[in-house]
C-alpha cells in the first residue's frame, strides 16, 4: 500500500502563491504517473495536473494552465504543485494521486489513479 502525504495548503489573497507537496511512501516512486486534482464545495472533483514518471511530460487543466506548475523530484519521492496567481474559484480541497501501472504516460481520469492522498485544503479570498 502507498501513502501519499500531502502539505502546503493554507489561505492566501487573490494573487498569492502557495506550492503543494505530496510525498509517497515506498521505493517505487518514479514508476508512478501522478496528478493533481480539486474539489470545491457542492462540486464534483476536477483534474487539475499530471505529470509522467520522468518529469518531462505535463498537462493541464485550462482553468490554470499558465498559473499552475507541476513538477516531481524522484530522489525525494515528492511531487509538486506550484501555485501562481491565485483566484478565489481556486479554492478547493486538492489531492495528489498516484496511478502505479500507467498506461498512457500522462493520466488526466480519476478512476485511473489507485493511490490518493488526504488533501488539503486551499482557500483564496478576494
Known amino acids: 500500500q502507498v501513502q501519499l502525504d500531502e502539505s502546503g495548503g493554507g489561505s492566501v489573497q487573490a494573487g498569492g502563491s502557495l506550492r503543494l507537496s505530496c510525498t509517497a511512501s515506498g521505493r517505487a516512486f518514479s514508476t508512478y504517473a501522478m496528478g493533481w486534482f480539486r474539489q470545491a464545495p457542492g462540486k464534483e472533483r476536477e483534474f487539475v495536473a499530471a505529470?509522467?514518471?520522468?518529469?518531462?511530460?505535463?498537462y493541464y487543466a485550462d482553468s490554470v494552465k499558465g498559473r499552475f506548475t507541476i513538477s516531481r523530484d524522484n530522489a525525494k519521492n515528492t511531487a509538486y504543485l506550484q501555485m501562481n496567481s491565485l483566484k478565489p474559484e481556486d479554492t478547493a480541497v486538492y489531492y495528489c494521486?498516484?496511478?502505479?501501472?500507467?498506461?498512457?504516460?500522462?493520466?488526466?481520469?480519476?478512476?485511473?489513479?489507485?493511490?490518493w492522498g488526504q488533501g488539503t485544503q486551499v482557500t483564496v479570498s478576494s
Open positions: 494521486a498516484a496511478d502505479a501501472t500507467p498506461r498512457t504516460p500522462i493520466v488526466i481520469t480519476s478512476y485511473e489513479y489507485d493511490y
Open positions: 505529470i509522467n514518471r520522468s518529469g518531462t511530460l505535463t
